[in-house]
């Protein structure tokens, strides 16, 4: 079955610090792979999406992803944190069941950027 | 602009109550779904829908009801057998397998 883990419920990092949000994924078939925000007492949002082609995706606010297969994962970066960028992210896979589409959620990252 | 409304964003409910939370969608999408959100837990599937008049149970289906009379309109009830009801309700819509999610309701049982 598949599944998505996030590693890390809570990221602290500082302004204009590296970010780096973890998502790894079990699939048996090659997956489709979404990050989403979610800020307080918000729906989600979608970042990015990776689905077929280039493994390097580039989202919304400067945020990236890479796909790796051999390793499973499909982690979310950006270069320089800004304090806007506090939130909630979501890292999901698409699965095709029974004739429908879904999308399975990781557990959710919540990232705090301070000063 | 099209979108996904929620309502209402905030639902205050006294035990053995049924509420029902209203989601309407202008997307013009085939596909709906319900999750239920508690910290810590990301995303509960609970109702989903691919099409008018077809909806199915998802993960966490018990204590909810669902109906899908109009493409536009996915509503869920919450019945009074949903032993926790307190928690973050969004739904979302379909289309080319991303989902686009409304702004959520918050139901609280008092």
């Known amino acids: 079955a598949q599944s998505v883990t996030q590693l890390g419920s809570h990221v602290s990092v500082s302004e204009g610090a590296l970010v780096l949000l973890r998502c790894n994924y079990s699939s048996s078939v090659p997956p489709y792979l979404f990050w989403y925000v979610q800020y307080p007492n918000q729906g989600l949002q979608l970042l990015l999406k990776y689905t077929t082609g280039a493994t390097l995706v580039k989202g919304i606010n400067g945020f990236e992803a890479e796909f790796k297969k051999s390793e499973t994962s499909f982690h979310l970066t950006k270069p320089s944190a800004h304090m806007s960028d506090a939130a909630e992210y979501f890292c999901a896979v698409s699965v095709f069941s029974g004739g429908y589409n879904k999308l399975i959620f990781g557990a959710g990252t919540r990232l705090a950027v301070h000063p | 602009d099209g979108g996904i409304t929620q309502s209402p964003k905030y639902l205050f409910r006294k035990e053995g109550q049924n509420v029902t939370l209203s989601c309407e969608q202008n997307?013009?999408?085939?596909?709906m779904y319900w999750y239920r959100q508690d910290p810590g837990q990301g995303l509960r599937l609970i109702y989903y829908s691919q099409i008018v008049n077809d909806f199915q149970k998802g993960d966490i289906a018990e204590g909810y009801s669902v109906s899908r009379e109009k493409k536009e309109s996915f509503p869920l009830t919450v019945t009074s057998a949903q032993k926790n009801p307190t928690a973050f309700y969004l739904c979302?819509?379909?289309?080319?397998?991303?989902?686009?999610f409304g702004p959520g309701t918050r139901l609280t049982v008092l």
């Open positions: 979302a819509s379909m289309m080319n397998l991303e989902q686009f």
């Open positions: 997307l013009n999408h085939d596909a």
